[in-house]
């Protein structure tokens, strides 16, 4: 059960996308269309933003979007807002009925 | 509204117990697997354990299998998570969240506000 790969930290100015990875292997991210991002501002719970590799709860914005290639999977935010900076943590099923997170990338907003 | 409301939280010694609890409402709590999740101080997420919605299969995380336990009671729409032979690596944030069905959990949905349960002597 080791931890998703995601890069630490992300940084870009207002109005531009950035692409969030997570790698796994085979075993997880590879082998099961069931991974899912959460945000999460400081001091408070994580938000589900998408599931099942590429789609959103009601009420997430449509500039957020997912996807997946082999063993990573991939959060966009497009026409990046102030609001949202904070951390981002995927998640995959891992088999067994066991799940795995990923390490967090931090958001910033120039 | 669905809301999951966390407590139990608590100051504990290395060796010692716990009892957390998770009260649902908004929604039929036991037609949704329901899990714990934590996140130890200045730590990412980490997935604890699971149980179905009638409460019959239940799954755990090797770092705390055979010390924690997972149950719910579906009368009183609550969960719960009795925390046994605590050390210093469980001190964390324990969160609760509901899963996408009674048998299937896909993703987690909403999550409570967290209980910090803190380990030390």
């Known amino acids: 059960q080791s931890a998703l790969t995601q890069p630490a930290s992300v940084s870009e100015s207002p109005g531009q996308s950035i692409t969030i990875s997570c790698t796994g292997s085979?075993?997880?991210?590879?082998?099961?269309?069931?991974v899912s991002w959460y945000q999460q501002y400081p001091g408070k719970a994580p938000k589900l933003m998408i599931y099942d590799v590429n789609n959103r709860p009601s009420g997430v914005s449509n500039r957020f979007s997912g996807s997946k290639s082999g063993n990573t999977a991939s959060l966009t935010i497009s026409g990046l807002q102030a609001d949202d900076e904070g951390d981002y943590y995927c998640c995959s099923y891992a088999g067994g009925a066991t799940w795995v997170f990923g390490g967090g990338t931090k958001v910033s907003v120039l | 509204e669905v809301q999951l409301l966390d407590s139990g939280g608590g100051l504990v010694q290395p060796g010692g117990s716990l009892r957390l609890s998770c009260a649902a409402s908004?929604?039929?709590?036991?037609?949704?697997?329901m899990m714990w999740v934590r996140q130890a101080p200045g730590k990412g997420l980490e997935w604890v354990s699971s149980?179905?919605?009638?409460?019959?299969?239940?799954f755990y995380a090797d770092s705390v299998k055979g010390r924690f336990s997972v149950s719910r009671d579906n009368s009183k729409d609550t969960l719960y998570l009795q925390m046994d032979s605590l050390r210093g690596e469980d001190t964390a944030i324990y969160y609760c969240?509901?899963?996408?069905?009674?048998?299937?959990?896909?993703?987690?949905?909403?999550w409570g506000q967290g209980t910090l349960v803190t380990v030390s002597s």
């Open positions: 149980i179905t919605g009638r409460g019959g299969d239940t």
């Open positions: 908004g929604f039929r709590f036991n037609t949704h697997a």
């Open positions: 969240a509901r899963g996408k069905s009674e048998g299937a959990v896909d993703w987690f949905d909403p």
């Open positions: 085979s075993s997880d991210v590879g082998g099961y269309d069931l």
